[in-house]
């Protein structure tokens, strides 16, 4: 059910800021909307699957919570970030 490790490494080479980043906001809020996705397709097939769905409401309070820190922090860096995941419409 979680990401694959390859998959986590993959975003991690993305959204990085600097070589050693492994925990930056960015960072969180883009593993957490790979997770997000992934759990909005296993419901879509487990419609009954109530533990994983107020999992998923949990994943998306935490990135809604990062999400303001970034856009108070850095508002630039908060519109490339929105953009850069396709969130927000």
């Known amino acids: 059910m979680s990401l694959t490790q390859e998959k986590k490494q993959e975003i991690i080479g ?3 800021i600097h070589e050693t980043d492994t925990g930056s906001s960015a960072l969180q809020v883009a593993l957490l909307s790979a997770r997000i996705s992934q ?3 296993h419901l879509k097939i487990n419609k009954k699957d109530h533990s994983s769905r107020r999992g ?10 990062l999400l303001g820190y970034i856009k108070r922090q850095r508002p630039q860096d908060y519109q490339e970030l ?5 969130i927000r419409g």
Request: hydrophobic share 40%; charged share 35%.
């Open 14 to 16: 993305l959204y990085q």
């Open 82 to 86: 929105i953009k850069k995941l396709g």
């Open 56 to 65: 998923l409401l949990k994943l998306i309070g935490q990135r809604k919570r």
């Open 39 to 41: 759990l909005t397709e």
